[in-house]
C-alpha cells in the first residue's frame, strides 16, 4: 500500500555525487517511491555556486542558503555530499534539531566526530546512515552492522582507496616508479591534482577509522589510526614483492588483538602473497577482506568511488532512512558499547621485510643477524645478493611487535657494514 | 538502554547449523543483547532424534515437538534450520500465526514458495529473513534488497555452490575427471553421499530463484530457472577453456533483458575468462557478482555453506529480527512489484563454444560454417586440428539467442562429415 503523501529530501552539495543523486531521484523516482512504500520528493538542492550546478539538475531547487533549507521544517531527509567538517557537521546537526534524518557520504566528518553526531540523532530519534562514505558503493557497513550483528569479526583488511591503488597497479604492470604512474593517474582523472589526501593515506585512514568503530563495536577517530602513504614505494620494492610471490597494496587493517581487549587500527603500503583475494583487485577498484569467528573469511569487492557508484550507495540509504520514517522506527545506531581500547602502532604484530645494502666482506650476515637477535626478533628468510663490492641482504621477519621490528632497523642502522637500508616493507596477508 | 525481559527465541532443527546457532546464541549471550538492546534467550529446541542431539546442547531445551513449541505463545523469533518443504513450510506458517517472526536459512523452501510465506508474514505483522538461505555467509540479500534498493541491478552472476565449485576446481588444478573430483570431494565432506542436489544443480537453481527475485523486484521460482549440471563436464572441456584463457564455473546467472521488460534465470557450467573476479575463486568459496546501473561492478566473495558461516548469517538475521520487534517495526518485506515475465531459456542471448569431431577431407569447415549462417548464428573464431584422418573444429560463436545456438548444433548432427559433438559449452562474464 503505497503513501501518497511524499517525504521531502533536502540535498546539500550538488558535485560529481550530488548531481548524480538528482538524476536518479528524479529518473527512476517510481521505482524509489516503489521500494519505499511512498513518493519522494527532492525538495531543495543547496550548493555553493549556483552557476555552476550541470545541466538536468532541477534549477528551480536550487538555493545557496543551506541552512534555510535544512531549517524549513517539512524536510524528512537531508542528504550530505558537500564533505569535509565544516559546515557539513553544523547543517547536520541542524537537521536532526529539525526532525530530519540524515544521509552522508562523508568519510572525514564521521572519522573525526562520528560519536558526536550519532548522539545527536539518536538524541532527535533520527537515523543517520554514511555507507557512501566507506568504500562508494561497495555495501560495508550494512554488512559489517547488520549482516555480522551476530558474529565477532576479528581483523578488516581493505584496500579502500582508488586512487592509490591504481598507481600501485600501474607500478607493479609496467615496472613504472611512484611519479610517473602517479602522472598517469592525474591525466586520467584517478588522482586530484592535489593528491594529498589520496597518497598521505589521509583518505584511507578515515575509512579505517569508521570500519573498525563499526566492527568492533567500539569507538575509533582518525587520530588514532597510524598512517603511512605510499609516496616512498620504489619500483624496486615492488620488484622485490614479486621476487616473494607478493604485490605491494596500500592496506587499511583494523585487528582485534589476540586477548580481544584492544584493537588497532593503521593505513601503510605492505606486501600481500599473490594467492591473496586483494592481490588480484586492479586499477582503482576498491575490496574489503574481513575475517570473523563463525562466517570466517568474506570479501567485498567494487568501485570505490565516482559519482554514479557513491550516489548508489547514497540511494540505498536513502531508501533505507524513509522506510524506517514511515515505520516510526530508527535503523541501527552507533554500537561502541565495548569501548576498547586503541593501541598504539608499536604493539601491533606484523612482519617486516627489509633490504639492506651492506659491505660485501664476511661477517656482515653474522652482525645482522645478531642485531635481531639482540632485538627479539626472529628472521624468516634471508637473500644474499653480491655486486662490485657492494652487496644487498633482503631480510624477512617472523611475526613481532612493531616496536622490536622498528627498533631493530635503528640499530641496523647503526652497524658500520650497513651502507643503508635501501626499503622497509610490512608483509600482511598470510 | 537495555530491556530486560529477553526476547525468546525457538529454534527448529539441531543439526551441523542448528547446533553451532545454539552454541553461539550462548557462548556470545552478551554480545547479542548489546548488539539488539535485549537479551534474547533460547526457549526450546526441536529436534526429530533427540538421542543424536550435539554436545554442548543443552539438553533441557530439546523437544521432538515442534509445533507446540511454536505456537507457545511467548515465542518472538523462531529460527527454522530444517530445511525441505515440509514440516518446515507448516511450521513456519504457525510461528507467523502465533506473533513470531522468523529467520529461515531455507532455500528449497523460499524458491518454491516464498511469495505465500512473505504474504503470511505481511498479513502478521511479522518479519521474514533468511540470508543463510543464499551463500552461507556471504550477505547478499541484505545488500542487494537494502544497499542497492536505490539502484537498478541488470544482472547477477554466481557462484553459488561449494561442492561443484570444488570439484571444477579440482579439476582446473589437477586435470582429474568429474568423477575422480567427485570422489575426492565426497572423501573430503565437500560432497554428500547423494550429490545430486549439488551436481545437477537443483541447489543452485533455489539460489538463483531466490537472489533474481530480489535482485529485479520480481518473482522468480525454482520451477522459472532452466538448469543443467555438471555431471557432463570432461577434462577435455577445461583443457579447451584453458587454451581459451578461461576455467569453467557453474554459474548461476540472473538477468534483466535489454529492454527491461522480462528476466531469465538460469544454472549450467559455462566457461569465463581467467581475468573475470569469479574466475579465481577456488576450492568450495562462492562468489556473487553484481552489474547495476549506478554501482557498476560488485562481488562478495566468502565461504557459502558449513555449520559456522551459516550460524553467522542467520544470527545477523535473529539480531535486525529482535531490534525490529523491540522498535515495533517490520524491515522490507517481499519487493515484487514489478512482476516481469521470467523469459524461457531459448531467449537467452549467449555464446557458445562448440567441438565437434568432423571427417578430415577438404570442405569440412566450408560445410559447418553454412549450417551457422543458416540459423544467423555469427562466428567468432574456429580452430581446426587434424589427428589421423580425424580432424577436430573448434568454434566459438558471437552472442545469439540460445535457440538459435541449440538448433544450430542441431544441424550440425545432421551432417555427414560431423562424426559427432564433442562439447558444447557457453561463455559467458565477458
Same mark, same amino acid.
Do not use: W
Given at each position: ?6 517525504? /521531502? ?10 548531481? &548524480? ?9 517510481d ?8 513518493? #519522494? ?30 531549517? %524549513? ?14 559546515p ?13 534524518? #540524515? ?12 560519536? !558526536?553526531?550519532?548522539?545527536a ?14 568504500a ?5 557497513? %550494512?554488512?559489517? %552492522? ?28 609496467t ?21 594529498? !589526501? ?9 575509512k ?11 569507538r ?23 621476487? $616473494?610471490?607478493?604485490t ?16 588497532? !587500527? ?20 576498491? @575490496?574489503?577482506?574481513v ?33 524506517? /520514517?514511515?515505520?516510526?522506527a530508527?535503523g541501527?545506531g ?10 598504539? $602502532?608499536g ?18 650476515? @653474522? ?5 635481531? @637477535? &639482540? ?8 637473500r ?21 621490528l622498528?627498533?631493530? #632497523?635503528?640499530?641496523l642502522?647503526?652497524?658500520?657494514t650497513?651502507r643503508?637500508?635501501?626499503?622497509? $616493507?610490512?608483509?600482511?596477508g598470510?
Open positions: 500500500m503505497m503513501r501518497t503523501r511524499p517525504l /521531502k529530501v533536502a540535498l546539500l552539495g550538488c558535485g560529481v555525487v550530488g548531481s &548524480e543523486v538528482a538524476r536518479i531521484m528524479t529518473t527512476h523516482a521505482d524509489l517511491a516503489n521500494r519505499i512504500g511512498a513518493p #519522494v520528493e527532492l525538495a531543495g538542492i543547496a550548493v555553493r555556486r549556483p552557476d555552476r550546478v550541470r545541466a538536468g539538475v532541477p534549477a528551480e531547487l536550487v538555493t545557496t542558503d543551506a541552512t534555510a533549507l535544512v531549517k %524549513r521544517g517539512d524536510i524528512d531527509v537531508v542528504i550530505e555530499v558537500i564533505g569535509g567538517i565544516e557539513a557537521r553544523g547543517l547536520i546537526t541542524t537537521a536532526f534539531e529539525h526532525g530530519a534524518s #540524515v544521509v552522508s557520504a562523508n568519510k572525514a566528518l564521521v572519522a573525526a566526530d562520528g560519536a !558526536a553526531l550519532h548522539a540523532a539518536e538524541a532527535h530519534g533520527a537515523d543517520l546512515y554514511y555507507e557512501a562514505a566507506v562508494g558503493a561497495i555495501p560495508l557497513v %550494512r554488512p559489517l %552492522r547488520e549482516s555480522l550483528a551476530g558474529d565477532k569479526v576479528n581483523r578488516v583488511l581493505g584496500i579502500v582507496n582508488g586512487t592509490t591503488n591504481f598507481i600501485l597497479d600501474k607500478m607493479d604492470s615496472g613504472a616508479g611512484y611519479s610517473e604512474a602517479l602522472d598517469e593517474a592525474t591525466a586520467l582523472g584517478y588522482a586530484e591534482a592535489d593528491p594529498t !589526501a589520496d597518497v598521505e593515506g589521509f583518505d584511507a585512514a578515515a579505517a577509522a569508521i570500519l573498525a568503530g563499526i566492527a568492533f563495536h567500539t575509533v577517530t582518525i587520530d588514532d589510526v597510524h598512517r603511512e602513504g605510499l609516496t616512498e614505494v620504489t619500483a624496486a620494492d615492488i620488484a622485490s614483492a614479486k621476487r $616473494m610471490g607478493c605491494v597494496k596500500l592496506l587499511a587493517i583494523c585487528e582485534r588483538a589476540a586477548d580481544g581487549a584492544s584493537v588497532t !587500527a593503521r593505513v601503510h603500503p605492505a606486501m600481500i602473497p599473490l594467492t591473496h583475494p586483494l592481490a588480484s583487485v586492479r586499477e582503482a577498484y576498491n @575490496a574489503v577482506f575475517e570473523s569467528d563463525a562466517a570466517g573469511q568474506l570479501m567485498f569487492y567494487g568501485p570505490g568511488a565516482g559519482g554514479a557508484p557513491t550516489a548508489s550507495a547514497v540511494l540505498g540509504d536513502l531508501v533505507a532512512v524513509c522506510r524506517n /520514517k514511515l515505520a516510526g530508527t541501527p552507533e554500537s561502541a558499547y565495548t569501548r576498547l581500547p586503541v593501541s598504539p $602502532m604493539e601491533v604484530v606484523t612482519r617486516y621485510h627489509i633490504s639492506l645494502d651492506v659491505a660485501d666482506k664476511p661477517g656482515v650476515l @653474522a652482525q645482522v643477524a645478531t642485531i635481531f @637477535a &639482540e632485538h627479539g626478533v626472529s628472521i624468516d628468510t634471508v644474499q645478493q653480491g655486486k662490485d663490492g657492494e652487496a644487498s641482504l633482503v631480510v624477512v621477519t617472523h611475526r613481532a611487535a612493531d616496536a622490536a622498528s627498533s631493530t #632497523v635503528g640499530a642502522r647503526e652497524l658500520d650497513v643503508g637500508v635501501a626499503s622497509i $616493507m610490512r608483509v600482511e598470510e
